[in-house]
């Protein structure tokens, strides 16, 4: 029988395109995933792969370059978001078509957080995309997502690393993976921005190539201040939650050399996700069998 798992998949941008090597490797492993729940990019991967179509996804994923990364941006010229968003989701459901999340074959959550309030949002039923798009939100990045009295932003800023909502039954392994625990690095935002060349001349894109390109010297170290202090506080939530809910397996891929937008190097981050995973599995096995060795000579 395979061995099941309740899983948790972390915020963390383009790092979060670990989640598909890390998924694989458990499959791969003998692992069967009975649940699972996301932040951010932890919540769509998690919604693919809960939807059934996970290698639809990471076929299309792997096809981006930069170039198509960019075209799937659509900028704004709005005073609390640089982008829309609504661009990648239409994408998105190209290659996968929108379900309720109750009709989802396993039990899937995502996790946003509600600005007004500062609450944790959880939606575990209804569009699986709308739920993601309002868990990925990166404020001041991504258009929040308005919700009856609510502005739902990126969940990790309340829990990044959503343990303590998967709906785990009494005999799965509770498994975590976690790609945030790094340097956010900022000023790769402005960096995208305003390469030119890549992103065309539409007269929205030249405006904001012109604020950016005469705020760079001065806004980039705002930038960098901003994603680094979200950095220091999904690092502590995420240590907390870790501490509340015990995990089984905690897989920590920290990735310095990979920013918030690098959705071109998919390839690369999955194998990361992947070879991290699958050391975090033999430590657990190697673990547990000498434990069990030692209870049954104890037991002799």
């Known amino acids: 029988m395979k061995k099941k798992i309740a899983l948790a998949l972390s915020s963390g941008g383009a790092r979060g395109l670990a989640h598909i090597g890390a998924i694989e490797a458990l499959e791969s492993r003998g692992y069967e995933i009975s649940s699972i729940a996301g932040c951010s990019m932890g919540a769509l991967i998690g ?49 996968v078509p929108d379900v309720n ?43 929040p ?10 969940g990790g800023l309340v829990n990044a690393l959503p343990l303590n909502r998967v709906a785990r039954r009494t005999d799965d392994l509770l498994v975590g ?23 065309g001349k539409s007269m929205p894109v030249a405006i904001m190539n012109r604020v950016l390109t005469h705020l760079e010297g001065l806004n980039v170290n705002y930038v960098t201040l901003l994603m680094r202090t979200i950095a220091i506080m999904l690092e502590q939530n995420t240590r907390q ?14 990735m310095k050399r990979y920013g918030t937008l690098d959705f071109d190097k998919a390839e ?3 194998q990361i996700g992947e070879r991290k995973t699958l050391k975090a599995i033999d430590h657990y096995e190697q673990t547990h069998q000498s434990l069990w060795q030692q209870f049954l000579s104890l037991n002799r």
């Not at 997502?145 to 990126?154: P, S, T």
């Open 47 to 95: 919604g693919m792969y809960a939807a059934g179509k996970l290698p639809e996804v990471k076929q299309w994923m792997f096809k981006l370059d930069r170039r198509k990364v960019l075209s799937l941006v659509d900028f704004s010229l709005s005073l609390n978001h640089l982008v829309k968003g609504n661009r990648v989701m239409d994408a998105l459901k190209e290659v």
């Open 101 to 143: 999340i109750e009709d989802l074959p396993i039990p899937y959550t995502a996790v946003a957080t509600d600005w007004n309030s500062g609450r944790e949002v959880i939606f575990s039923k209804g569009s699986l995309y709308n739920a993601i798009r309002a868990s990925i939100s990166i404020p001041l990045f991504f258009n």
């Open 145 to 154: 997502v308005r919700c009856k009295e609510m502005l739902l932003v990126d």
């Open 177 to 199: 993976i976690n790609v945030s625990t790094h340097d956010y690095r900022g000023e790769l935002l402005m960096q995208h921005f305003v390469e030119k060349k890549l992103l």
């Open 241 to 254: 939650q870790i501490k509340l809910s015990h995990p089984d397996i905690v897989v920590q891929a920290p």
């Open 268 to 270: 690369a981050i999955s």
